[in-house]
């Protein structure tokens, strides 16, 4: 069975950080391209980072580059998104994703997906 599980969310200051992880299980990490999504409150689920299977592959909406990180460590089946200066729009449940390599679609298409975690609550403070 696959299991993706996000942790690291909580509440911060605007401008603070917060590192989220996605630890997965039932799959073989190394093969699978991962990324991050989020839903603010009341909207739809929106496309944040993601990472190619090496690890040498990233792309970032526009609104989160060059202020969020996305990484990962394949001996750990562990993802991460590193959030510098957070502002209070960026509230949200941030969403662990990944997709078998052998499909092909735009990265930041839900759709592309074969698994989900649980999501975990991130909310900003201004």
């Known amino acids: 069975q696959v299991r993706l599980v996000e942790s690291g969310g909580g509440l911060v200051q605007a401008g603070g950080s917060l590192r989220l992880s996605c630890v997965t299980s039932g799959l073989t990490f190394s093969n699978y391209p991962m990324a991050w999504f989020r839903q603010a409150p009341g909207e739809e689920r929106k496309f944040v980072a993601y990472i190619g299977w090496s690890g040498y592959s990233t792309h970032y909406t526009d609104s989160v580059s060059g202020r969020f990180t996305i990484s990962r460590d394949n001996a750990k089946n562990t993802m991460y998104l590193q959030k510098n200066s957070l502002q209070p729009e960026e509230t949200a449940v941030y969403y662990c994703?990944?997709?078998?390599?052998?499909?092909?679609?735009?990265?930041?298409?839900?759709?592309?997906?074969?698994?989900w975690g649980q999501g975990t609550q991130v909310t900003v403070s201004s």
């Open positions: 994703a990944a997709h078998d390599a052998d499909r092909s679609d735009s990265v930041t298409a839900e759709k592309l997906y074969d698994y």
